[in-house]
């Protein structure tokens, strides 16, 4: 078995949104914009590999803690991409604040950039609306929580700009970034975890 301990982690683009903001048509677009492969991690889709069978689903009183279960797993499944040497776009939601805290600490030392993903909370009920497969409702009860905690290395609004452009602020950031400076998680987890 070849031996992977020297490989250089991949780079993790982490879009943080409502639901319906454009998080995964944005990830398949950099998929497209980016000079390196990437993959996209979902975690709409980690919520998709479940049992689907009616005995095997959580109770009602078990859902939270099998949720929680999931979503740290995901987080878990991020880091191990990147630690294998994949580059990733992960998209996410940070709707409970435990969710980023997970985040800041599972994927320390890794080369993170969190780009925003923002939308009017008008059109955000449009797109619920048109998609049919979302509660009505979701993105608003998401919206003053997701980016709560205000720091990013870059973001796109997707009410004012198309999928194609957004996915190029993402290219020109990382162009331009200075490597020198602090990346958002590094800041918020300055700021929300106890030194180590």
């Known amino acids: 078995m070849p031996d992977h301990r020297d490989t250089e982690p991949g780079r993790i683009i982490f879009l ?3 639901s319906s903001s454009g998080k ?9 914009t980016l000079d390196s492969p990437y993959f996209h ?34 987080h878990r499944a991020i880091a191990g991409m990147a630690a294998a040497g994949n580059n990733v776009v992960v998209d ?3 709707s409970e604040p435990w969710r980023l805290l997970d985040c800041l600490d599972v994927l320390a030392g890794y080369d993170v950039v969190l780009v925003g993903v923002r939308c009017p909370l008008d059109e955000l009920r ?3 609306l048109a998609r049919g497969d979302r509660q009505p409702g979701t993105a608003e009860l998401q919206f003053d929580l997701v980016h709560a905690h205000g720091v990013y290395d870059v ?5 004012a700009a198309g999928t194609e452009d957004c996915a190029r602020q993402v290219r020109d950031f990382l162009a331009r970034r200075d490597r020198t400076a602090p990346t958002a998680f590094e ?3 300055a700021l929300t975890l106890p030194a180590s």
């Open 16 to 18: 943080n949104g409502t």
């Open 24 to 32: 995964s048509s944005l990830a398949v677009e950099l998929l497209r």
């Open 41 to 74: 991690l979902s975690v709409d889709a980690f919520n998709a590999m479940g049992a689907r069978r009616a005995e095997l689903l959580p109770t009602p009183d078990d859902l939270a803690a099998a949720l929680t279960r999931m979503r740290r797993g995901f």
């Open 92 to 94: 996410h939601v940070f």
């Open 126 to 128: 449009r797109r619920e």
């Open 155 to 159: 973001e796109c609004d997707t009410g």
């Open 187 to 189: 800041r918020l987890r």
